[in-house]
């Protein structure tokens, strides 16, 4: 058994969670766990998430949470990703730089107490059925830009004094393009104009 043990490699861990558990090597082919349902994998080559019928619930903080410098999600039937945390969180964060990308051929919704979408760069929207739903806003970038190309988007604010979408730092650079529908709701309007 030495022997065995030094060709034991270990797994490889991704910075990405999804529900509190980390993604890995060897967990990355179907991601399961308390809080999610239906088909959630993770391809490391091209850092993609792929979403399917997916079910995703947590209550400590970012549904879906990175520190990778670009990522992907890909969405086909009908998902939701929401967090249930009392405090500031979102369905999906990344804290890193670089693109927030989502397209697919199905519907998704994200909803947190902060906001469904937030980046600490940019967000690209693509394509699919996206319902975004926040407190302070529906969809938010750090600093970045949000280019909309394709897709219908309905993003809302609940709270009093939120964006639709919107920018916590500068001037929002909103981008729309293609066949993209966009539905912007937020008591403040439907996006923030200078932040600073």
Not at 17 to 41: C, P
Not at 79 to 105: E, R
Request: with cysteine; charged share 15%; hydrophobic share 35%.
């Amino acid at each position: 058994s030495a022997m065995l043990a030094e060709i034991i490699e270990p797994v490889e861990k991704y910075n990405i969670w999804i529900a509190g558990i980390q993604v890995t090597d060897a967990n990355k082919g179907g991601i399961t766990g308390s809080g999610i349902t239906g088909t959630v994998s993770y391809d490391s080559d091209t850092n993609t998430l792929t979403l399917q019928n997916a079910n995703i619930t947590y209550g400590s903080g970012d549904t879906i949470y990175t520190i990778l410098q670009d990522l992907t999600v890909i969405f086909h039937g009908e998902n939701t990703v929401t967090s249930t945390s009392i405090n500031d969180y979102a369905a999906f964060n990344t804290i890193s730089g670089g693109n927030l990308t989502f397209k697919g051929s199905g519907s998704l919704n994200a909803s947190g107490k902060y906001s469904g979408i937030y980046a600490f760069e940019n967000i690209y929207i693509e394509s699919g059925t996206i319902v975004s739903t926040g407190k302070n806003a529906g969809i938010c970038s750090n600093r970045g830009t949000v280019k909309i190309s394709g897709g219908d988007l309905t993003s809302t604010a609940t709270g009093t004094g939120g964006f639709g979408i919107c920018r916590d730092w500068g001037r929002l650079n909103l981008t729309v393009s293609g066949d993209a529908a966009v539905t912007a709701i937020g008591t403040n309007g439907a996006k923030a104009l200078d932040s600073d």
